[in-house]
């Protein structure tokens, strides 16, 4: 499951690709070795996220995949450093399995992950959420309505020149500022790489992108952008379901909203849902929103 560090072009030039940003190295019993692979000033917190649950999921016996994930930011990520995953076996059943991981980088812990692992089971099936009406992803253009192109801009650096790479995003609703708006937005995202049919590598690519449009929506109901000058954005904790087997090959589709606004904090939940309309996924996350920014907390 640890995978092959690879890339290809049948989308387009992916400068790093899932299987790339995923890839980890065995480094004893329980331990493993992962590498950033992104481009920003700080390392992407989708990424370790990603990281960590397949870290878990390598000490996992038979065919148990992720089913929920509950992480926590901590320390900034150096981005020049290795990082060192460890895995903590908290639990061995016939049907679920628990496992706690713990990613360190020069001796300190930055970011922690528990993820608990299901036997593949039938059982009853239902869904209370319907997926919300959208464009088909072939109908949308590939670059998002008023995203700045001016390399200069500040939000352009944010939004476009750091974007986390190795999927593919197709926003419906257009870039953030302006007049204020309902605090709901949508995209369609995918791989943009072949990612086999490995549902551990699915779930993990899918907490990967999850972490990329989650706080963003908290700045719509205040008509708040990427380039107000004084506006920090930091994940805090981040929190998975996988309610089925999904294809990251194709299409899904993503619905943020923002829940809560208050305390210099912000409160988001998101669904993914496949083309049928099938619910796959659901996310919270919160985050400090705030319009005071502190020395190197410009980025999110």
């Known amino acids: 499951m640890l995978g092959e560090t690879q890339s290809s072009g049948e989308r387009g030039d992916a400068p790093s690709g899932l299987r790339t940003a995923l890839s980890l190295e065995l480094a004893g019993k329980d331990r493993f070795i992962g590498r950033n692979s992104q481009t920003r000033p700080r390392v992407y917190g989708g990424q370790l996220m ?3 649950l397949l870290a878990a999921s390598n000490t996992v016996e038979g065919p148990q995949v992720a089913h929920s994930l509950h992480a926590y930011f901590g320390l900034r990520g150096d981005v020049a450093s290795l990082i060192d995953f460890e895995v903590d076996r908290v639990k061995d059943g016939a049907s679920y399995s628990i496992r706690r991981a713990r990613a360190f980088q020069n001796g300190r812990e930055i970011f922690s992950l528990s993820a608990s692992f299901q036997r593949p089971e039938e059982g009853l ?9 959208a464009p088909a992803p072939e109908d949308l253009p590939t670059t998002r309505a008023g995203a700045p192109t001016d390399t200069s801009d500040p939000a352009y650096l944010i939004t476009t020149a750091l974007r986390p790479t190795g999927f593919e995003p197709r926003w419906i609703d257009p870039y953030p500022g302006g007049p204020p708006r ?3 937005q ?6 943009q790489e072949p990612l086999g049919d490995d549902p551990m590598l699915h779930r993990a690519a899918l907490a990967y992108i999850s972490d990329y449009p989650a706080l963003e929506v908290a700045l719509l109901p205040f008509g708040f952008g990427w380039s107000n000058g004084n506006l920090s954005v930091v994940s805090l904790d981040h929190a998975m379901w996988f309610h089925r ?9 993503c619905s943020t909203e923002l829940v809560s606004a208050q305390g210099g904090r912000a409160f988001v939940r998101g669904s993914f849902y496949d083309r049928a309309g099938a619910l796959v996924a659901t996310f919270t996350q919160e985050g400090v929103v705030r319009l005071t920014r502190k020395a190197g907390d410009a980025f999110p």
């Open 186 to 191: 949508r995209l369609w995202v995918r791989s």
């Open 50 to 52: 990603a990281q960590a």
């Open 182 to 184: 309902p605090g709901v």
């Open 245 to 253: 087997d999904f294809d990251l090959n194709d299409w899904l589709l």
């Open 125 to 133: 099936e239902h869904q209370a959420l319907e997926a919300v009406a």
